[in-house]
């Protein structure tokens, strides 16, 4: 079996640091990706440090990864040694369920298969993430990088730009959309990109004045306050769609009552408490509250597709893997604009000093 070396957290208190284990061998119908760039997600902290509870140590994070490939099992058909792949949250699902049938393998009927800390299918061993230097996944679960998108930037849309591309594209964003985009970190920002790159006119929605620039340059329409209370009620009814990207707990209440008559509010981030609303909020204008995360193969792959056609990528900031933790404190802080992206070539350090 293939030695591979990364990074992991050994338990939910302790950095992560350099970790040696083993890949399993190429399967027929299998793909080997030499780990180039791998984005940093929220939740790759989060399960880090055990926030949501079920977190298997050790434990490898990443599933924003950008690679090349290396090796292909017998029965691989579209892809060969050389191309360029991506990989997201998902290496694997039964594949036999309505949902896989219809290409919604994120929501399938028998769990879908994290790309870290979920378990293999065949050997039930726990599956590790991105921050290493090559992966081994499923031919029907790699991507591939279309041509002309920066492989330096695209990893976070394996994660941060399907979350918000799967909703605006669910719910019909376009030209003639009134889109608001509620916070601006990591998911909000690429929700502002793709709502302006599909046509839609974008307003952002946030509780920090000095985001209002930031948020123009990103492409934004507008800037609505939520704090200033005659601009929130001005605004009342003037949105078809509302992505809400905000990732703790906050009311409701001040954002409904932007909706139009069946208008309808999303929420992408992983929240483990909301408070209470009044239903009346919602009986009034006909109006819905929703969820949705990631999209599933297909999906995932037009939107890398649309990304490289209209010019999107995030903004990103490329760090070395030693620097992790660091980034990890920083993302605390809100202190990214907007996604930390892991140049893997620094991984060669850990191998010289092995």
């Not at 058909?77 to 036999?96: Q, Y």
């Not at 002309?148 to 669910?170: E, V």
């Not at 030209?175 to 307003?203: I, N």
């Amino acid at each position: 079996m293939p030695n591979a070396i990364g990074y992991a957290a050994r338990d939910a208190s302790t950095p992560l640091s350099a970790f040696h284990f083993e890949r399993r061998a190429l399967r027929p119908d299998d793909v080997r990706i030499d780990i180039l760039y791998c984005g940093v997600c929220h939740s790759d902290l989060h399960q880090a440090r055990n926030d949501w509870g079920g977190t298997l140590y050790p434990c490898c994070p990443g599933h924003e990864i950008v690679g090349r490939v290396s090796a292909v099992g017998p029965q691989v058909r579209k892809f060969r040694e050389g191309d360029m792949a991506a990989v997201g949250c998902l290496v694997d699902s039964c594949m036999t369920c309505d949902q896989c049938l219809k290409g919604e393998e994120q929501l399938c009927r028998n769990r879908s298969t994290g790309t870290y800390n979920g378990k293999d299918r065949i050997t039930g061993e726990v599956t590790y993430g991105g921050y290493t230097d090559h992966i081994v996944v499923r031919e029907a679960f790699v991507l591939k990088v279309p041509d002309g998108l920066d492989i330096t930037r695209a990893a976070p849309l394996l994660c941060a730009g399907i979350t918000t591309y799967s909703p605006l594209r669910k719910w019909n964003a376009g030209p003639g959309t009134r889109l608001g985009v509620a916070g601006l970190g990591g998911l909000g920002h690429m929700a502002v990109k793709l709502g302006v790159a599909m046509g839609a006119d974008v307003t952002v929605i946030t509780g920090s004045p000095g985001k209002r620039d930031d948020a123009l340059a990103l492409g934004a329409h507008r800037v609505l306050l939520s704090g200033e209370r005659d601009a929130m009620k001005a605004s009342a009814s003037s949105f078809d769609l509302i992505i809400d990207t905000i990732p703790v707990a906050h009311k409701l209440q001040p954002y409904l009552p932007l909706l139009d008559i069946d208008g309808s509010l999303v929420i992408v981030g992983a929240i483990a408490e909301l408070p209470p609303f009044h239903s009346g909020l919602l009986l009034g204008g006909r109006r819905r509250v929703s969820g949705s995360p990631i999209g599933g193969i297909a999906e995932t792959q037009e939107m890398l597709d649309f990304c490289a056609e209209k010019g999107v990528l995030p903004d990103c900031e490329t760090i070395d893997i030693q620097d992790i933790n660091h980034a990890y404190e920083r993302m605390e802080r809100s202190d990214v604009k907007y996604r930390f992206v892991i140049d893997m070539a620094s991984l060669a350090r850990e191998k010289r000093a092995a």
